[in-house]
């Protein structure tokens, strides 16, 4: 079994800053791409920031300048340090990885249960 466990949600005012961090744990072969979605009331779920297993990261334009998508992987984990935050960043932040089962030979998409961040104005 594999999972995927989020921290670092919460409350703050326009301007702050919060980290995320999302660790996986379990029967883990290995993991490729790791990354952040975000999904507000109303809308869909979307691409906030990947990182690749070799450390190369892309970005949604909203985020770019702003956030900072990283990882660990001795400790299979992946952070996102948020800057200059935006009450448009409220939603819920949601971690995905690739990963493969110690006794599989293919990947699979795993998903943390979803931490709430809300950016006050």
């Known amino acids: 079994q594999v999972q995927l466990v989020e921290s670092g949600g919460g409350l703050v005012q326009a301007g702050g800053s919060l980290r995320l961090s999302c660790a996986a744990s379990?029967?883990?072969?290995?993991?490729?791409?790791m990354g952040w979605y975000r999904q507000a009331p109303g809308k869909q779920r979307e691409l906030v920031a990947s990182i690749t297993n070799d450390g190369r990261t892309n970005y949604a334009d909203s985020v770019k300048g702003r956030f900072t998508i990283s990882r660990d992987n001795a400790k299979n984990t992946v952070y996102l340090q948020m800057n200059s935050l935006k009450p448009e960043d409220t939603a819920v932040y949601y971690c995905?990885?690739?990963?493969?089962?110690?006794?599989?030979?293919?990947?699979?998409?795993?998903w943390g249960q979803g931490t709430q961040v809300t950016v006050s104005s």
């Open positions: 995905n990885a690739e990963i493969r089962y110690i006794t599989y030979v293919t990947y699979r998409d795993y």
């Open positions: 379990g029967s883990i072969g290995s993991i490729n791409a």
